[in-house]
């Protein structure tokens, strides 16, 4: 595999770090009023920003240990026991919620939820960040650029939400940057990320491109070794109720007629479609064009004699992941920070006001949807845009430098 560097690397001068620094403020206050709304509650113990637990969907992964433990997992999959269980084990009022994950994610809901809610969801949210500084640290950013990620907007919107991002995005991205030489690890971690499969769309593509025959057997016997035990240990009848009752009711979610208030926090094709009035067909035909396109554009950069460095590989196929994928929000965008990191640490010639735009995007996306515009893809959409031209003009440069007769010795002074 050609692993060259980008031909306009360089380090961030001085009025670049100053620059940074002060987006990296500025979204941490952002994500910091947020948090500190949401944590005011009102007599019922329900935040007054969101109208239900502080930490909404972690809810969900806690709670469904919980039943898990009890034995009642079947209350995961009717959704009125839900809900009443729920309503039970918190408050009275507490607004509907919905089981919406594979019986597989229960391998780290269940021993969360020996733990109380509180206590629980700060292991969750800061052992999933500490996996995200992990996977990051195969991309060779420096210790600031990586903290600018763990601080990103979408970090902290996925911590608001009690969200799993930062580790999908950890599996996603560490899977990636581990395959060419740990192939085995790498195979793993996309097991794991069947937990989210939606998000992982991208990554049997990757892999077929590169002849990474052995990451591609490790990641399916992984995914099934993972499908097997939690059908062991949970009952068959798990998988059998998820396949009959919690796939169709997440496409009924899907589905449902715009605007809804879970879409405030939507960034996809799909959205944008209904968003701009379109029906269903039309918003499955163009979040299929998106998703095709997405599978080409990943297919390409992943060929190995693509002139690309394996990090910018990695990191442009976190940005086209999002495109992917018909049910992505805000807190699965966290592959476009590490993408824009990435690209302010080695490209002088990107606009920084365009990367600040981009890494501040999830914090401000509830507020544009609101207004009825739902155009967050057009961030991935734009960003992997302009990588993808990136390469072919430096391809395009090799090719001219390269052609015989031409002299490729730069002009003196």
């Given amino acids: 595999m050609i692993a060259m560097a980008p031909a306009n690397e360089t380090a961030p001068s001085r009025s670049d770090l100053r620059f940074a620094a002060l987006v990296v403020c500025t979204g941490i206050l952002i994500g910091l009023r947020y948090h500190l709304a949401l944590w005011v509650l009102d007599e019922r113990g329900l935040s007054v920003v969101s109208h239900g637990m502080p930490y909404w969907d972690f809810t969900n992964l806690w709670a469904g240990g919980r ?15 839900y809900r009443a269980t729920l309503r039970q084990m918190f408050s009275s009022d507490l607004p509907n919620q ?8 229960l391998a780290f809901g269940v021993p969360l939820s020996l733990l109380p809610i509180f206590p629980a969801y700060l292991v969750w949210t800061f052992g999933t960040v500490l996996c995200l500084w992990l996977a990051v640290w195969p991309l060779q950013l420096s210790k600031l650029a990586k903290a ?3 601080l990103c907007p979408a970090v902290l919107i996925n911590a608001a939400f009690g969200q799993n991002g930062a580790l999908t995005t950890a599996l996603f991205i560490g899977g990636l940057a581990a395959a060419p030489k740990r192939p085995i690890l790498a195979g793993l971690f996309f097991g794991v990320l ?11 593509f990757c892999l077929l491109a590169s002849g990474n025959w052995r990451a591609i057997l490790a990641a399916a016997l992984s995914s099934a070794a993972l499908v097997i035990l939690t059908g062991l240990l949970l009952g068959p009848g798990a998988w059998v109720l998820f396949w009959t009752q919690t796939r169709p009711l997440m496409t009924a979610i899907l589905e449902a007629p715009y605007p809804q208030p879970y879409q405030s926090n939507a960034a996809t094709m799909f959205f944008l479609a209904r968003a701009s009035g379109f029906g269903l067909t039309a918003a499955y035909t163009l979040q299929t064009i998106a998703t095709a396109a997405a599978i080409a554009a990943a297919f390409w ?11 910018e590989r990695v990191v442009l196929a976190a940005v086209l992941a999002t495109l992917a994928t018909p049910y992505g929000y805000s807190y699965d965008t966290i592959g ?18 365009y990367l600040t735009l981009v890494w501040l995007y999830p914090a401000i996306a509830h507020l544009i949807n609101n207004a009825g515009l739902g155009i967050g893809v057009l961030v991935p959409l ?5 990588m993808l031209t990136d390469i072919i003009s430096r391809e395009r440069r090799i090719a ?3 052609t015989p007769g031409r002299n490729t010795q730069p002009p003196e002074a």
């Fill in 98 to 105: 919905e089981w919406s994950y594979p019986p597989s994610i």
């Fill in 194 to 204: 069947t937990v989210k499969p939606h998000l992982g769309i991208l990554v049997p």
């Fill in 67 to 81: 039943m898990t433990l009890d034995g009642h997992i079947a209350f995961l999959f009717d959704l009125d026991t």
């Fill in 382 to 386: 734009s960003l992997s845009a302009w």
């Fill in 148 to 150: 600018a990620i763990m």
């Fill in 400 to 402: 001219v430098a390269a």
């Fill in 301 to 311: 950069i992943w060929l190995p004699w693509r002139q690309v460095e394996h990090r």
């Fill in 336 to 353: 476009l920070a590490v993408a824009v990191v990435y690209l302010f640490s080695t490209r002088s010639t990107m606009p920084r006001i």
